[in-house]
């Protein structure tokens, strides 16, 4: 069992920036894949971005491609997204997710408890 702990949300002026981070609480096997999901208020949770353990390949959604960037450091078991120009419609509960495999969908292994992110106008 691997339990994933966020951190960094919080409230935010739109076009500022945050940073959330992950932390894993055992070393995260090479065959997984950790990635970021957000739930908006009265909407379904949705992908965000996601990272390849072992080599590092990232993915992320439309809405977020070169706005957001998802990384990780190996040796402290953490993984990171840099959210800059932030909007209102980024305002979510941000969720960490880890797959043994790539994550596009909500069907993950693990999940985290959230994190808070609210842009305002």
């Known amino acids: 069992q691997v339990q994933l702990v966020e951190s960094g949300g919080g409230l935010v002026q739109a076009g500022g920036s945050l940073r959330l981070s992950c932390a894993a609480s055992k070393p995260t096997n090479i065959n997984y894949h950790m990635g970021w999901f957000r739930q908006p208020p009265g909407k379904e949770r949705e992908f965000v971005a996601a990272?390849?353990?072992?080599?590092?390949?990232?993915y992320y959604a439309n809405s977020v491609k070169g706005r957001f960037t998802i990384s990780r450091d190996n040796a402290k078991n953490t993984m990171y997204l840099q959210m800059n120009n932030l909007k209102p419609e980024d305002t979510a509960v941000y969720y960490c997710a880890a797959r043994r495999g790539t994550i596009r969908t909500t069907s993950v292994d693990y999940w985290g408890q959230g994190t808070q992110v609210t842009v305002s106008s």
């Open positions: 990272i390849s353990w072992s080599v590092g390949s990232t």
